[in-house]
């Protein structure tokens, strides 16, 4: 009884993301452990939004005592705790958040874990970096770019927020596009749905039935008597496509009076015509990935989704005639119970029958490549191929990638400095506000008696960055100013939004659904503003 009673209380306390990502999302979310570096408010508000959610377990790496500052700027640490370890005291309260999840901390900070026990690290599916040094960063991200081992970087300074994904390959089945397509074939008709259509009379049916029948298959009677006039050519253009729309509301049937009769299923049909007529073809991205080397070369190690990509490449070359597998899905519309069944049962079963081909291809892959047939599941194999026109491939480039001189994405830089006050500005901010710390061993304007005369060096450091890096742009001095003033500072309020859009960052990953940003995401709270970069 304990079982299915824990089962309810779950599923009321995180009903609504459920509906976001399903049971199989969320038990990805509680068998993952996270590590965060630094119990910053940047830190802190990163694990609410995971905690709250149910992450399986969270360890909090963190080597500094809670000073005031800290507690004027973090709900999750409190007056008693100064001069007490942050990790320590940020675990304590975060987990009062939800039972269900394990904070673990360490007392240490990031570079003695480098220095003394680097393989600490390759314990998590996913590593956030807060607030970190840029020495002390690029040696933890080239640790786990070694390791393959995702790692997410934040940062809160003054009045903006920068996150910076770095993940090799980061493959998504369940990418939920908003402008999902219906897969409706009726362009392609495969021979069950060709013969559920013919099945149906519209001319000779009593006002009840022809009233409820499905809109799908009154569009596709209408579109058969319309290539028949039109010599096989779709209806493409505007006007086409309204003469298609005349050509369906002249089967509406007439009342004694010779007055339209009120056919809310015709009418549905027209409203539906461009979602009716969409082109059965194989998006552009999905090409590309069946033209990955990954998918065409593969082996032993080769995940399942490029196994099953292949799969699904085999059936598109064979049984799917040059069409992915059916989504198995139809809208909901105007029709009596029976017949949208019926409709609906088409769909499904023909989805069946391709997702059993697809697994087939599978099958035989995997027997090639020496690995267990069990090693895919079955629930993988048709949410892949239910997703198969929605699949994304996500590689990000390394930070060292990103340092170096010789692999410094100059041109994406240049490519956004037609607006003065475009985010990438910030980014060479930061940038130069690194190298005013590698410098000076700390942040300009730290102190309010320093602001002005780090103005000028901070103006150095940023010419120097520029001259070195190549780039002829012009950054104002409103910008220097502005960034001495802030003194490193993380207000609240920047931290819990970068908090917050972390957090989905961190779970896109562990769930493999929705994509992830590649691979810079700049916050203007000056301008309230965001954008992304390649860098």
Request: net charge negative.
């Amino acid at each position: 009884m304990a079982g299915p009673g824990r089962a309810s209380i779950k599923e009321q306390r995180y009903d609504r993301q459920l509906r976001l990502w399903g049971d199989h999302g969320q038990e990805a979310l509680e068998s993952a452990h996270v590590c965060v570096i630094n119990a910053t408010a940047t830190g802190t508000e990163i694990l609410k939004n995971l905690v709250l959610p149910g992450i399986g377990s969270f360890t909090i790496v963190d080597g500094n005592q809670v000073s005031g500052e800290d507690v004027g700027n973090n709900f999750f640490l409190q007056k008693k705790h100064i001069g007490k370890n942050r990790a320590q005291s940020a675990t304590e309260l975060l987990q009062e958040l939800n039972s269900d999840v394990s904070g673990n901390y360490v007392e240490e900070s990031p570079e003695v874990l480098l220095d003394n026990n680097p393989s600490f690290f390759n314990r998590f599916n996913l590593v956030v970096a807060t607030q970190l040094s840029e020495s002390v960063l690029l040696r933890l991200a080239e640790l786990l770019w070694n390791s393959n081992i995702p790692l997410l970087v934040c940062r809160t300074y003054g009045l903006f927020g920068y996150m910076r994904v770095i993940i090799k390959e980061h493959t998504v089945v369940e990418s939920h596009p908003d402008n999902k397509l219906e897969d409706l074939r009726l362009d392609k008709q495969f021979p069950e749905l060709r013969e559920h259509i013919q099945s149906y009379d519209l001319d000779h049916m009593d006002r009840k039935d022809h009233s409820h029948t499905p809109w799908i298959v009154i569009v596709a009677k209408y579109l058969t008597k319309w290539l028949n006039e039109q010599n096989g050519q779709f209806p493409k253009s505007y006007k086409e496509k309204e003469a298609f729309r005349q050509l369906i509301r002249q089967g509406i049937l007439k009342n004694e009076n010779g007055a339209p009769e009120d056919e809310e299923n015709f009418e549905e049909a027209t409203k539906n015509v461009n979602t009716a007529l969409n082109t059965t073809e194989i998006p552009k991205g999905i090409e590309e990935i069946f033209n990955d080397d990954c998918c065409i070369k593969l082996t032993e190690q080769s995940p399942s989704f490029w196994i099953l990509a292949r799969a699904v490449k085999e059936f598109v070359a064979n049984e799917g005639q040059g069409s992915l597998p059916v989504q198995g899905s139809i809208p909901d519309m105007i029709a009596d119970s029976s017949k949208f069944i019926k409709l609906q049962n088409v769909y499904r079963e023909k989805a069946k029958k391709d997702i059993a081909a697809v697994g087939n291809h599978a099958a035989k892959l995997l027997q090639s490549l020496g690995k267990a047939p069990e090693s895919i599941s079955e629930r993988e194999l048709k949410l892949f191929c239910s997703n198969a026109a929605f699949l994304r491939v996500v590689r990000c480039r390394s930070l060292a990638e990103e340092y170096s001189l010789n692999t410094f994405n100059k041109d994406e830089i240049i490519s956004h400095m037609d607006n003065p006050d475009s985010e990438i500005v910030l980014y060479l901010m930061l940038r130069a506000v690194d190298r005013f710390y590698k410098q000076y061993g700390r942040y300009p304007g730290v102190c309010n008696y320093q602001v002005e005369d780090d103005i000028g060096k901070l103006k150095s450091c940023l010419a120097g960055f520029l001259q070195e890096h190549g780039l002829s742009v012009v950054v104002k001095d409103d910008y220097v100013q502005e960034f001495c003033r802030y003194g490193a500072a993380e207000p609240h309020a920047i931290a819990a939004l970068v908090g917050g859009a972390a957090a989905q960052e961190v779970i896109k990953v562990i769930t493999g659904q929705f994509v992830i940003f590649n691979n810079t995401y700049i916050y203007s709270g000056m301008s309230q503003t965001s954008a992304t970069f390649q860098l």
